[in-house]
């Protein structure tokens, strides 16, 4: 049995629960009981190739492995798709409109609106909408919308990971709305966002690799400012800090200079430089990242970073 079945057996059963019952406790008896997360994930960390080739499949095999350890810890507010980023419908456009939104859309399932782009009240299925426009038979007008949609489900944002797995599991549910502790909306989270915590991006026709990132010629990668900290760790093993305070790349750069920079600023932080290249009122738009290594390889060649002095 080698080293990474045992983690991936033993991992999953903290995440799938009483079905792994008996190989979490065959495995737990062989790692020291006293301190058995710690001792699970020293192992993870010296899960090594010392074949080169290897390399990236075993980087991307510890980060699973660690993603798994790390479900209980990691909300679905800090994963979800932000309600300014939500596909959303307006229930009282005609039935006409609506259909051709969700034929339009990327996504199978939309939610519905009322009065309020946060009022929902309703999520429509892609599916059960083309049944209800074949029984229809050509009469899309008379659609009643309501009818065809699902109640709403919603969460709280402190939720972990690891409790919103088994609640969908339970419901048999793919798809739930993320709320505060008042009620507001704030997003959307999916059985795929947990999923992707796990392996990485899950990409299909419809998707792009790594949303909102763009690698540049010089080494560099202009970023969005929406763009989680997690997904840029996991996708470039990179070390950038995922603190309570702020999720996102923009929400770093705020926390550590604290301030909003204005455009043009540039921040050495945790072995990157950052610049400052798009900001739209108090929001960091795009951000452009330097590993500090690349920074210092263009002076020695004499190509001077922009902006390269801190304010």
């Given at each position: 049995m080698t080293l990474l079945f045992i983690l991936a057996l033993l991992a999953s059963g903290l995440a799938l629960g009483a079905a792994a019952v008996p190989a979490v406790a065959w495995l737990r008896r062989r790692i020291r009981p006293d301190d058995f997360g710690e001792a699970l994930r020293?192992?993870?960390?010296?899960?090594?190739?010392t074949d080169a080739g290897d390399a990236a499949e075993v980087r991307q095999e510890r980060a699973m492995l660690r993603s798994i350890l790390d479900l209980a810890d990691v909300t679905v507010g800090e994963v979800m798709t932000h309600r300014r980023h939500m596909a959303t419908v307006d229930i009282d456009l005609p039935p006409g409109d609506i259909v051709d939104a969700a034929l339009a859309s990327e996504y199978t399932r939309l939610p519905l609106w009322r009065g309020d782009p946060d009022n929902i009240i309703g999520v429509i299925h892609a599916k059960s909408l083309l049944r209800a426009v074949r029984a229809a038979r050509g009469q899309i007008e008379s659609l009643n919308i309501e009818r065809v949609a699902t109640k709403p489900w919603f969460v709280p944002d402190a939720t972990s990971l690891l409790d919103q797995l088994e609640a969908f599991r339970k419901r048999r549910e793919h798809f739930a709305l993320v709320v505060d502790e008042y009620g507001s909306l704030l997003g959307l989270v999916t059985l795929e966002d947990i999923l992707e915590e796990i392996v990485g991006d899950i990409t299909d026709e419809l998707d792009t690799h790594?949303?909102?990132?763009?690698?540049?010629?010089?080494?560099?990668?202009?970023?969005?400012?929406?763009?989680?900290?997690?997904d840029l760790n996991r996708e470039f093993d990179w070390g950038l800090p995922d603190e309570e305070d702020y999720s996102t790349i923009a929400g770093l750069v705020?926390?550590?200079?604290?301030?909003?920079p204005e455009v043009g600023q540039t921040f050495t932080f945790f072995g990157f430089l950052f610049e400052i290249l798009k900001r739209q009122r108090n929001q960091i738009l795009t951000v452009r990242l330097m590993p500090a290594t690349k920074v210092e390889r263009r002076e020695k060649t004499g190509a001077?970073?922009?902006?390269k002095n801190n304010p």
């Open positions: 020293s192992a993870i960390e010296e899960h090594a190739s790594v949303a909102g990132v763009y690698p540049q010629p010089d080494g560099g990668y202009i970023i969005d400012g929406t763009v989680t900290v997690r705020i926390h550590e200079s604290r301030h909003i001077e970073p922009r902006n």
